[in-house]
């Protein structure tokens, strides 16, 4: 496998060019027109394709942050600041499509955006993607460990919460390793089984909704969940492999990204309001409270199921996207890039507080919003250099309305640590 090729799209590639020879042999045989339809349907099949993987990337480990979000800011005023960060969010991720599409080679991040803006934009972003990617992935490791000690504590198995996070890194790291060609397989099946499973949880907690969560609002903490509700929006990095599926096509894979944020965007709200409303004042981070929203207990493995498919959906995008950028952008071999994608947050676990809503916090309002600067000014600066320009609305304010958007997500974050 050269070194242009994730692993990902070196599986992808192999079933295209059995595809591309399946039809040629139609249309040597004269059957040009099934051959047509072959391709109708084989568009429609990667959307759906370039669709789930924009939503399996997106909705991950962040989406229990969202209840804890609502009960400091209260329901209005979080929905308000969270959908604005949705269409901030969704503006950057096609933005980053404006790098993506112009780009004949595969890269990662980094590597798009230094091609724009030059070697030492390239080196910022790439230390930025490297360390945001890496809190990423201690959160979900943090979160996956939580969700395996509830399900071992449901059989009697009591041991300590950091033993279930260690294995959790331990299977991670042995899936994204060993069973490439699996992952590939059942990427699709696991995201339609998360929806499901979201939608589940979400139809237990409507009933139980108390009217009176929704009364107290708190405009002064307006500002407080840009970053936890920036972390579980934002999914750039799944976007050169969104583009991959769709056959590199650009109208496709603009689809893809926006229907893909939307429709994430839509679960992550309702998940967030109604599991806030179901639960009791002061427990909307407790996932044992989230837990007893199923009223029967034979299904309350529901919580624990879904966090778990959440969080290994999200931590093998991220791990195997991490490994592409260090060896495509950085041009390291490809044990470099195992070490630094599962060593740091093993790392971390040892050194660190393991408390999942700050890290998500953190890595949201400061790497990912540095991210999405970088992303906004590189878009910029392309789009103003095309001979069919589009509108000043595209190429100028909207980057600049993103970009105003994620500093203030830093500087908020950077107040709160210099007065805490």
Same mark, same amino acid.
């Given at each position: 496998?050269?070194?242009?090729?994730?692993?990902?799209?070196?599986?992808?590639?192999?079933?295209?060019?059995?595809?591309?020879?399946?039809?040629?042999?139609?249309?040597?045989?004269?059957?040009?027109g099934?051959?047509?339809?072959?391709?109708?349907?084989?568009?429609?099949?990667?959307? +759906?394709?370039?669709?789930? !993987?924009?939503?399996?990337?997106?909705?991950?480990?962040?989406?229990?942050?969202?209840?804890?979000?609502?009960?400091?800011?209260?329901?209005?005023?979080?929905?308000?600041?969270?959908?604005?960060?949705?269409?901030?969010?969704?503006?950057?991720?096609?933005?980053?499509?404006?790098? +993506?599409?112009?780009?004949?080679?595969?890269?990662?991040?980094p590597?798009?955006?230094?091609?724009?803006?030059?070697?030492?934009?390239?080196?910022?972003?790439?230390?930025?993607?490297?360390?945001?990617?890496?809190?990423?992935?201690?959160?979900?490791?943090?979160?996956?460990?939580?969700?395996?000690?509830?399900?071992a #504590?449901?059989?009697?198995?009591?041991?300590?919460?950091?033993?279930?996070?260690?294995?959790?890194?331990?299977?991670?790291?042995?899936?994204?390793?060993?069973?490439?060609?699996?992952?590939?397989?059942?990427? #699709?099946?696991?995201?339609?089984?998360?929806?499901?499973?979201?939608?589940?949880l979400?139809?237990?907690?409507?009933?139980?909704?108390?009217?009176?969560r929704?009364?107290?609002?708190?405009?002064?903490?307006?500002?407080?969940?840009?970053?936890?509700?920036?972390?579980?929006?934002?999914?750039?990095?799944?976007?050169?492999?969104?583009?991959?599926?769709?056959?590199?096509?650009?109208?496709?894979?603009?689809?893809?990204?926006?229907?893909? !944020?939307?429709?994430?965007?839509?679960?992550?709200?309702?998940?967030?309001?109604?599991?806030?409303?179901?639960?009791?004042?002061?427990?909307?981070?407790?996932?044992?409270?989230?837990?007893?929203?199923?009223?029967?207990?034979?299904?309350r493995?529901?919580?624990?199921?879904?966090?778990?498919?959440?969080?290994?959906?999200? $931590?093998?995008? #991220?791990? $195997?996207?991490?490994?592409?950028?260090?060896?495509?952008?950085?041009?390291?071999?490809?044990?470099?890039?195992?070490?630094?994608?599962?060593?740091?947050?093993?790392?971390?676990?040892?050194?660190?507080?393991?408390?999942?809503?700050?890290?998500?916090?953190?890595?949201?309002?400061? $790497?990912?919003?540095?991210?999405?600067?970088?992303?906004?000014?590189?878009?910029?600066?392309?789009?103003?250099?095309?001979?069919r320009?589009p #509108?000043?609305?595209?190429?100028?304010?909207?980057?600049?309305?993103?970009?105003?958007?994620?500093?203030?997500?830093?500087?908020?974050?950077?107040?709160?640590?210099?007065?805490?």
């Amino acid at each position: 496998m050269g070194k242009t090729e994730t692993a990902l799209s070196f599986l992808r590639k192999q079933e295209s060019l059995r595809r591309v020879s399946r039809c040629r042999h139609v249309a040597s045989a004269g059957m040009t027109g099934g051959c047509y339809t072959v391709r109708m349907l084989k568009g429609k099949k990667t959307l +759906v394709r370039a669709t789930l !993987t924009m939503i399996g990337t997106i909705v991950g480990a962040g989406i229990f942050g969202i209840p804890a979000m609502f009960e400091k800011t209260g329901v209005f005023v979080g929905s308000v600041v969270f959908w604005i960060v949705t269409a901030v969010i969704l503006a950057t991720h096609l933005l980053f499509v404006e790098l +993506v599409v112009r780009d004949p080679e595969r890269r990662r991040f980094p590597g798009y955006v230094g091609k724009i803006l030059g070697p030492w934009t390239k080196r910022f972003s790439a230390v930025v993607y490297l360390l945001g990617s890496s809190g990423a992935n201690f959160a979900y490791v943090v979160l996956g460990g939580l969700f395996l000690s509830q399900i071992a #504590s449901a059989f009697g198995i009591g041991i300590g919460d950091v033993v279930w996070q260690i294995l959790f890194w331990a299977g991670g790291a042995l899936i994204v390793l060993a069973a490439l060609r699996v992952v590939a397989k059942i990427e #699709s099946v696991l995201t339609w089984l998360l929806i499901a499973v979201m939608l589940l949880l979400i139809a237990f907690a409507i009933p139980q909704a108390n009217p009176l969560r929704f009364v107290p609002q708190h405009w002064d903490l307006a500002f407080v969940p840009l970053g936890t509700f920036i972390f579980a929006l934002f999914g750039m990095m799944a976007v050169p492999e969104v583009h991959e599926i769709a056959g590199r096509r650009a109208d496709r894979t603009r689809w893809a990204v926006a229907i893909g !944020t939307i429709a994430s965007g839509i679960l992550t709200w309702l998940f967030g309001v109604f599991v806030f409303a179901a639960v009791s004042p002061g427990f909307a981070s407790d996932f044992g409270a989230m837990a007893h929203i199923i009223s029967m207990p034979l299904l309350r493995f529901i919580l624990p199921l879904i966090g778990l498919l959440a969080v290994i959906t999200s $931590f093998i995008t #991220s791990a $195997f996207d991490l490994q592409a950028m260090i060896r495509l952008d950085l041009g390291q071999r490809a044990w470099v890039g195992r070490l630094v994608t599962f060593g740091i947050p093993l790392v971390l676990l040892f050194l660190t507080a393991r408390d999942f809503l700050q890290t998500i916090d953190i890595v949201g309002a400061l $790497f990912t919003a540095c991210d999405g600067v970088i992303v906004c000014i590189a878009a910029a600066v392309v789009m103003r250099r095309d001979r069919r320009r589009p #509108s000043v609305w595209w190429t100028v304010v909207t980057p600049a309305t993103a970009v105003a958007a994620f500093l203030v997500a830093m500087v908020q974050r950077l107040l709160a640590f210099a007065l805490h």
